[in-house]
């Protein structure tokens, strides 16, 4: 995959700690942390394939897992080593997801795909990046891949806050005007999908799901109200949210989901 111009400019520009930071967005990296941490065991080696500035990379190593991280865009990689702090067990190195031929095969107990789908645009792409992420993987090892996901992000950008014009993408040709199914090309910055999206995207890896998980639900719509929350309020809807992530009828109103397989 060629460098996507597009990417790097938003990325050099674009302060992805505190999307995560924030308390909105603090549901998404939480409910992350939280599937990570069910699988994850004393002395097991990470991975993290498009790394950003390192929020998981460094939370992980923190707790003391030894974590080697890849990252594409040379301005997160700056940001990631001026947050490592002392002790940790990580590394950084810059590549991209479709080649991972710097890792042997069958290395990793967990492996995080957490941004580089945002960014894949075409099926072959999202299958090498999902083969690379396999084979580094050991067997009975854990993957993590994260979706963009097109109905909550309409619902919340489009319809709620009118941060994009619904009917300008249906005349685009970026929205179907049945279905409301997206297509993105990579000036758009982000593919969006859908569930059966990635069931197909899924269907040809020998590998057992074993969650497939809306990680901040209605976080983003309802953004205003979740910040301003007092701390006993968040933590009971962080309770609820956990409850209700994996059921089929939250599946779709999410803005990022996450799908979890066993090699």
Known sequence: MKTNSYITDFYNHYDEDSRLAVRHGSVEFLTT???IEKYSKPGNRVLEVGAGTGRYSHALARQGYEVDAVELVEHNIEVFRRNTQPGERVTISQ????DLSAFADDSYDLTLLLGPLYHLYSQEDKRQAIGEAIRVTRPGGVIFAAYVISDGCLVDEGFHRGNI???QYVKDGLLDPVTFGAKSEPKDLFELVRREDVDELMEVFPT???HYVATDGCALFMREA???MDEETFALYMNYHFATCEREDFLGLTSHALDIFQK
């Open 208 to 210: 057992r799901r074993l």
């Open 165 to 167: 014009s619904v009917g």
């Open 33 to 35: 942390m939280r599937y």
């Open 95 to 98: 590549g991209n997801a479709l």
């Open 226 to 228: 979740v910040d301003q």
